[in-house]
């Protein structure tokens, strides 16, 4: 079964230090989002992503954030100085273009600790 | 704009009893898809079914089975004869397909039911 895979699992980063979370999408997938989870809450929208530029962003993909795919193959979300409340559970996810066969599949998370 | 209900906000079971966990959702789209994720406490979400509007089959996978109702704008969740390895949040959510309410096929998650089963 084909799998979106995210790097690293856990990242600890110091307020104020860019971090990079990496997705590797399924082949033949076409849309891309991004989604994050604080800890104990809900799975909240951040960004999706549709050749090769943002389609939808909600009100906290801010300034601070940003994403790319760069090689055509890692889809990648950007923090560029992080505060606390970056801490959460981040998931990409994708699907293919046609009828949401099988749904959105989503990759196993990146859990990112500010301190 | 879309909008997800789950209520139950923790639901506690002994072990080989059914649970129901509830669903209800908002939309202003015909064309709309729900699913249901599963999130065990190694924080992956894991895909369990997706239904779109037009289907209003209940569907029944082993122990799992849902039931979609349009008129009551539910799609409900029963996990029968539950087992431990069921514990896990559970999370339900809607995506519209024709971006009527700017959802834009972006799905929005309910809170999610924590569902305890005790041996």
């Known amino acids: 079964e084909p799998e979106v895979t995210q790097t690293p699992s856990h990242q600890v980063t110091q307020m104020g230090q860019e971090v990079i979370l990496r997705c590797v999408p399924i082949s033949n997938h076409l849309y891309f989002y991004w989604y994050r989870q604080i800890l104990g809450q809900k799975v909240e929208f951040l960004v999706s992503?549709?050749?090769?530029?943002?389609?939808?962003k909600s009100e906290i993909f801010d300034d601070q954030f940003s994403v790319e795919r760069p090689d055509g193959s890692n889809f990648t979300l950007k923090i560029r100085s992080t505060k606390l409340e970056d801490s959460a559970m981040y998931f990409c996810a994708g699907r293919t273009g046609t009828s949401f066969l099988g749904g959105y599949t989503f990759g196993s998370g990146t859990r990112l600790t500010v301190v | 704009a879309q909008k997800v209900t789950q209520a139950q906000t923790e639901i506690s079971v002994v072990e080989k009893e059914d649970v129901t966990l509830d669903c209800v959702y908002e939309?202003?789209?015909?064309?709309?898809?729900l699913f249901w994720y599963k999130q065990p406490p190694s924080g992956e979400l894991v895909f369990l079914i997706r239904r779109n509007s037009f289907d209003e089959q209940n569907e029944i996978s082993g122990r799992y089975s849902w039931n979609f109702q349009k008129s009551t704008s539910s799609f409900n969740f029963t996990i029968t004869a539950s087992q431990v390895v069921d514990s896990a949040v559970y999370f339900c959510?809607?995506?519209?397909?024709?971006?009527?309410?700017?959802?834009?096929?972006?799905?929005?998650f309910g809170r999610g039911t924590s569902l305890i089963v005790h041996p």
């Open positions: 992503f549709y050749n090769n530029e943002i389609s939808e």
């Open positions: 939309t202003r789209d015909t064309t709309y898809y």
């Open positions: 959510a809607l995506s519209e397909a024709t971006g009527a309410s700017g959802g834009s096929y972006i799905p929005t």
